[in-house]
């Protein structure tokens, strides 16, 4: 369900720690054997053409993000983090069976790490417990809204 407006770059092992090194990185994070990042120019130019950038990333990648944007005003700004999750983890582990895609010692680790990561929700902007794709959608959407009108994001009115 990826869109256009998405980048990707495949780079060789060399040239994405060269990347690393220089900082170029929003996040980044090696999974599987597989490498992959935010490039910080990416989302900063998407920012500054007046575009949403909305980021799917886990705990430790919102952390580091958070961290980055501590250390850059315009991140700063345009920060907003919000946390998704199942209600329950019954309910994660129903949708994690019903999918048919993992063994059941994937599932019960996928289990484990989400019980983790749960505990986190306290360090985001809000919590948005998933319903369905499409509430889900539309309660992202209502954030989203929302926080372009605050203050500090709007111009004021013309009189």
């Given amino acids: 369900g990826e869109t256009d407006s998405v980048d ?19 996040e980044h994070a090696t999974v599987y054997g597989h490498s992959y990042g935010i490039l910080k120019s990416e989302v900063l130019g998407k920012l500054r053409a007046g575009r949403d950038v909305l980021l799917n990333v886990d705990v430790q ?16 700004r345009a920060l907003v983090s919000v946390f998704l999750t199942p209600p329950s983890a019954n309910i994660l582990e129903k949708r994690l069976r019903r999918r048919g895609t993992d063994a059941a ?3 019960q680790k996928r289990l484990s790490v989400a019980r983790q990561e749960v505990a986190q ?6 919590l948005l417990i998933s319903t369905s ?27």
Wanted: aromatic share 12%; proline share 6%.
């Fill in 8 to 26: 990707y770059y495949f780079l060789d092992a060399t040239s994405f720690l060269k990347r690393v090194q220089a900082g170029n990185f929003l």
């Fill in 61 to 76: 990648g919102a952390a580091t993000i958070r961290e980055r944007a501590g250390e850059d005003p315009e991140l700063k």
């Fill in 105 to 107: 010692a994937a599932i």
């Fill in 121 to 126: 929700w306290k360090n985001f902007d809000y």
């Fill in 133 to 159: 794709i499409g509430e889900d959608l539309r309660r992202m959407m209502a954030i989203v809204d929302a926080e372009k009108m605050r203050p500090a994001r709007m111009q004021p009115p013309e009189f």
